[in-house]
C-alpha cells in the first residue's frame, strides 16, 4: 500500500492547527486506498526540552519519513521542523507536495525542494493520483 507522510507545523500549535487537515487527508487518502503515516500519533507538544525527547522525535520522523512513498507538506506558515522534513525528503528522494497560501510567495527553498507546490489539499491528492 503507498503511504504519504503527513508532514506540517505541530510546535507550537493547537490541536486543530495540528489535526484537522490531517483528518481530512487521512479521509481523502483513503478513498483511493492509500495508506497515511501521522507524526501527531506521537503528540510531544509540551515535553520538547525533556531530555531524549528532541533525538527521539526525531530519529522516529526520519523513519517515518524512510517508510513513506511519499509526503504531503502543508505550509500555511514558516515551520523549522517541517522545512528539516522536506529537505530530509529530498535527499532521501521521497516526493513531496507542498501546500501553500495562494496569497504568499512560497520561498525558493521551498519550490526548489519540493517536487510540486500547490494551493490546496484537494490539488496534493490530485497530483499524487497522477
Same mark, same amino acid.
Given at each position: 500500500?503507498?503511504?504519504? @507522510?503527513?508532514?506540517?507545523? =505541530?510546535?507550537?500549535?493547537?490541536?486543530?492547527?495540528?489535526?484537522?487537515?490531517?483528518?481530512?487527508?487521512?479521509?481523502?487518502?483513503?478513498? @483511493?486506498?492509500?495508506?497515511?503515516?501521522?507524526?501527531?500519533?506521537?503528540? @510531544?507538544?509540551?515535553?520538547?526540552?525533556?531530555?531524549?525527547?528532541?533525538?527521539?522525535?526525531? &530519529?522516529?520522523?526520519?523513519?517515518?519519513?524512510?517508510?513513506?512513498?511519499?509526503? =504531503?507538506?502543508?505550509?500555511?506558515?514558516?515551520? &523549522?521542523?517541517?522545512?528539516?522534513? =522536506?529537505? @530530509?525528503?529530498?535527499?532521501?528522494? &521521497?516526493?513531496? #507536495?507542498?501546500?501553500?497560501?495562494?496569497?504568499?510567495?512560497?520561498?525558493?527553498?521551498? #519550490?526548489?525542494?519540493?517536487?510540486? #507546490? #500547490?494551493?490546496?489539499?484537494?490539488?496534493? =491528492?490530485?497530483?499524487?493520483?497522477?
Amino acid at each position: 500500500m503507498t503511504r504519504v @507522510y503527513l508532514c506540517g507545523p =505541530i510546535n507550537g500549535c493547537t490541536d486543530a492547527e495540528c489535526n484537522d487537515w490531517r483528518a481530512y487527508a487521512k479521509a481523502e487518502l483513503a478513498k @483511493y486506498d492509500i495508506g497515511t503515516i501521522d507524526p501527531m500519533d506521537r503528540d @510531544y507538544r509540551g515535553r520538547e526540552m525533556e531530555p531524549g525527547i528532541a533525538t527521539e522525535i526525531v &530519529v522516529n520522523d526520519k523513519a517515518d519519513i524512510c517508510d513513506s512513498h511519499f509526503m =504531503i507538506a502543508n505550509c500555511p506558515k514558516p515551520s &523549522v521542523g517541517t522545512s528539516m522534513e =522536506i529537505l @530530509y525528503a529530498y535527499k532521501r528522494g &521521497v516526493p513531496v #507536495v507542498a501546500i501553500h497560501p495562494a496569497d504568499k510567495p512560497p520561498s525558493p527553498w521551498l #519550490v526548489y525542494h519540493a517536487d510540486r #507546490v #500547490v494551493y490546496s489539499m484537494r490539488d496534493a =491528492i490530485d497530483w499524487l493520483l497522477a
